[in-house]
């Protein structure tokens, strides 16, 4: 599956607007530009999706959620499966 630059911008724009959503959470730090992004890799994609729950509640160490915005910056099955995470935790607020 080829991802297209519309995908991706698209996708970024969603993971922008999911920081700056999280951002305003209570016990959440606020969120700056992210640094340039490193390339992925294999451990890399298994510790960033470990973490990814622990992300979407707001629970990680923000040098921890940096690490872990860094890699979906540069990774766009990681992108796929954050944005996965994100909606389930978002499903049982909508009532699905």
Not at 26 to 44: F, L, Q, V
Request: hydrophobic share 35%; net charge positive; with cysteine.
């Amino acid at each position: 599956m080829t991802i297209t630059s519309s995908a991706r911008t698209a996708r970024r724009a969603d993971v922008a607007a999911l920081r700056a959503a999280l951002a305003d959470l209570p016990g959440t730090a606020p969120a700056g530009p992210p640094p340039r992004a490193r390339p992925a890799t294999g451990p890399d994609c298994r510790r960033t999706r470990a973490a990814l729950h622990d992300y979407v509640a707001g629970t990680l160490r923000p040098s921890r959620g940096r690490r872990v915005e860094l890699h979906l910056d540069a990774c766009d099955r990681c992108t796929r499966a954050f944005i996965d995470v994100r909606e389930d935790s978002w499903a049982p607020r909508l009532g699905r």
